[in-house]
């Protein structure tokens, strides 16, 4: 594995369930914003739970990369893509924040009803009704999302740079289980 260290199992598993939740919520709302009828309010109440969802799972990811170890980036890497890593991943964690955000305040500025599984659990609005401010979010609602998918197909861009071209370990950080610890190997006779 070329020395590199693997994620903690927990970070591994957020990363993995979240890649799939945001995948599946960017497809979803490209096609809610496709659609009319039935579908589209099927689509909505697959939206609204899957991005408090995202939100919930996204702090709790946060707190855990604050309070885990995060394995180095390989020495020969250059330092512009070093910073670019680094700042996409701050991107991409403030997005997954930001976002739901802005669509929970859209609704509560539409006065729209915010519920998670049919009528019996709702939100509570977090802002004050007002159509200005609600076609405003409407609006920064969509551009975050399409900055987030770009970000999402860069990420995976580069996930495969280093697995396929590079080779340096990094891919496999994320989906490798951990090695022992090496005074745990078991000794080999000579």
């Known amino acids: 594995m070329n020395g590199m260290a693997t994620f903690p199992l927990l970070s591994r598993v957020l990363h993995w369930l979240m890649a ?3 995948l599946a919520m960017l497809f979803i709302g490209l096609f809610m914003a496709s ?3 039935p579908d589209y309010h099927r689509l909505v109440a697959l939206h609204r739970p899957l991005g408090i969802a995202i939100l919930m799972l996204a702090i709790l990811r946060v707190a855990n990369r604050l309070r885990s170890s995060v394995p180095t980036l390989p020495e020969d890497l250059p330092r512009l893509l070093r910073r670019i890593a680094t700042t996409s991943h701050i991107l991409l964690y403030g997005l997954m ?4 955000f802005v669509g929970w305040g859209m609704l509560s500025a ?4 915010i519920p998670l599984w049919g009528q019996s659990l709702l939100l509570p609005p977090i802002l004050p009704h007002n159509p200005a401010l609600w076609s405003w979010l409407r609006s920064a609602h969509t551009i975050l999302a399409f900055a987030l998918f770009g970000l999402v197909l ?3 861009g580069a996930a495969l740079f280093h697995g396929l071209i590079r080779r340096d370990g990094v891919l496999r950080s994320m989906c490798a289980k951990e090695a022992p610890s090496p005074d745990l190997q078991e000794q080999k006779p000579v």
């Open 20 to 22: 799939v939740m945001i």
């Open 97 to 100: 924040i930001v976002l739901p």
């Open 154 to 156: 860069a990420h995976i």
């Open 35 to 37: 659609s009319v009828g």
């Open 110 to 113: 539409g006065g729209f009803p």
